[in-house]
């Protein structure tokens, strides 16, 4: 599912030690990807700005994230 970035923070909060997967992409502009699974849904959510993430989250950089549709 694709959330606005203020749902996914929300979201985040509702998880213990979250997996999160970042990506940066733009070509003009940087923009930060985020994918995240809570109750078996993932969530992804694009932001022109960095999200503070939870300090007992686990981070997976990758190369991009691709998201059908």
């Known amino acids: 599912m ?5 749902e ?5 909060t509702l998880v213990r030690e979250p997996l999160i997967v970042i990506a940066e992409g733009g070509i003009f502009n940087t923009n930060y990807q985020y994918l ?6 993932a969530f992804f959510t694009k932001s022109d700005d960095a999200l503070v993430l939870k ?5 997976v950089t990758a190369k991009s994230i691709s998201i059908p549709g």
């Open 2 to 6: 694709r959330v606005e970035p203020s």
């Open 8 to 12: 996914f923070s929300r979201l985040l």
């Open 36 to 41: 995240m699974s809570y109750k078996g849904l």
């Open 55 to 59: 300090a007992d989250a686990e981070i």
